[in-house]
Every structure is written in C-alpha cells, then in structure tokens.
T-cell receptor, first 113, second 115 residues
Framework: DAGVTQSPTHLIKTRGQQVTLRCSPKSGHDTVSWYQQALGQGPQFIFQYYEEEERQRGNFPDRFSGHQFPNYSSELNVNALLLGDSALYLC????????????FGSGTRLTVV | QKEVEQNSGPLSVPEGAIASLNCTYSDRGSQSFFWYRQYSGKSPELIMSIYSNGDKEDGRFTAQLNKASQYVSLLIRDSQPSDSATYLCAVWGPNRGGSNYKLTFGKGTLLTVNP
C-alpha cells in the first residue's frame, strides 16, 4: 500500500526564485493538506485541497499557491522565495472528513540562500 | 492564546520510567485528538488517536482526553531509548468561520530517554 510520496526530498533555491513541490496522496485518500515546519516548531497549516479546489487556507501570503489534479495529487508553489521560507514542507493526505488523522509524506527540505 | 499548547520541554526520563506529555487546546468545537511522533529529520508518524473523554491504551502508550478541561495527555510506560523523539499533539477542529476542519499542531515536546 503506497503511502504519501513527496518530491523532491531536498532543494536549494536562491532568494527571489520560484519553487514547485509535489505530492501524491495515499491510496484511497482524496484530500491533501500542506504544512510548513520550521526548525524547532510544530507544522503550520498552509492550505488544503479537495475536489481540485482550495478548501481552506492558513495564515500564509499569496506567494504560496497550490493545485490539485484529478488523480488527487497536488503541487505547492512558492514565488519570490525569502530566506524565511527555508523549512521542511510536509504533505498530508486524508479522507474527505480528515477526522481520523492525516498521513504524512517524508517531506521536502527547502533551503533558500 | 495559541490554539494548541504543549509543555515545551525538553523532557528527560530514565529507561523504564513513565514519560508524561501534556497538551491543551483552545477551541471547544474540536472533535478529534492525535499524538504524532517525529524523529529528528523525519516526518510525523501517527501513534495515538482519541475521540471521546477518558483513556485509550495501545501497548505502552495511553492517551487521555478531558474535553471539559480541554486537555489531552500521552503516557509512555516502560520508556525505551527508541522512544526518544519529538511528540506533537494535534487537534482536528474548525477553521476560522467554522465551515471546514483542519489539523492544528502544537510546537512539540522533545523527549529523551536515557539508558
């Protein structure tokens, strides 16, 4: 049973650049949530996608955008990268309600220099 | 007030002891409660879920929920060095406006079990 897969695992970008992170949800899951985890902090909710639409969003600027495809996979895009965007980006998938817990991918470590 | 608060730690216990981790949450509309374990450099792994008041036991782990006090805890009995990790409390509750629900995490508590 394939779990949540994320790519790439590591990424180094320069300030001002744009980045795209990818996620395939666990089989049977149709909802994808993205989180940012800075060092020493808990994961912070960025946004959630369901039925190819952004269903809800956390306190992140519009530089953070996303997309969900018909096969439920998802992308996270970050424009105009800042040094403060350096973090572990986690993708989590769940069933529609999400109340039974999220399954996380292994994450993408983004470093902005 | 933060939505989910954990005792920040770090917490250090000897091998074989009981480790106690605590969490409080602010939204009374929250419905589901989880504990995730995160090893350094890895992603969170779900270890316990609890949905109603009381205790829930799974092996060496016991989760406790008190909705009246808005309090969740995790007890780890017979702690092992392999339990050394950051433990994240997560609460599934309504987002602003209340029409959708999301999982909100605390900052995490770093647990070290000393041999």
């Amino acid at each position: 049973d394939a779990g949540v897969t994320q790519s790439p695992t590591h990424l180094i970008k320069t300030r001002g650049q744009q980045v795209t992170l990818r996620c395939s949800p666990k089989s049977g899951h149709d909802t994808v949530s993205w989180y940012q985890q800075a060092l020493g902090q808990g994961p912070q909710f960025i946004f959630q996608y369901y039925e190819e639409e952004e269903r809800q969003r956390g306190n992140f600027p519009d530089r953070f955008s996303g997309h969900q495809f018909p096969n439920y996979s998802s992308e996270l895009n970050v424009n105009a990268l800042l040094l403060g965007d350096s973090a572990l980006y986690l993708c989590a998938s769940s069933g529609r309600t999400g109340g039974y817990g999220y399954t996380f991918g292994s994450g993408t470590r983004l470093t902005v220099v | 007030q933060k939505e989910v608060e954990q005792n920040s730690g770090p917490l250090s216990v000897p091998e074989g002891a009981i480790a106690s981790l605590n969490c409080t949450y602010s939204d009374r509309g929250s419905q589901s409660f989880f504990w995730y374990r995160q090893y350094s450099g890895k992603s969170p792994e779900l270890i316990m879920s609890i949905y109603s008041n009381g205790d829930k036991e799974d092996g060496r782990f016991t989760a406790q929920l008190n909705k009246a006090s808005q309090y969740v805890s995790l007890l780890i009995r017979d702690s092992q060095p392999s339990d050394s990790a950051t433990y994240l409390c997560a609460v599934w509750g309504p987002n602003r406006g209340g029409s959708n629900y999301k999982l909100t995490f605390g900052k995490g508590t770093l647990l070290t079990v000393n041999p």
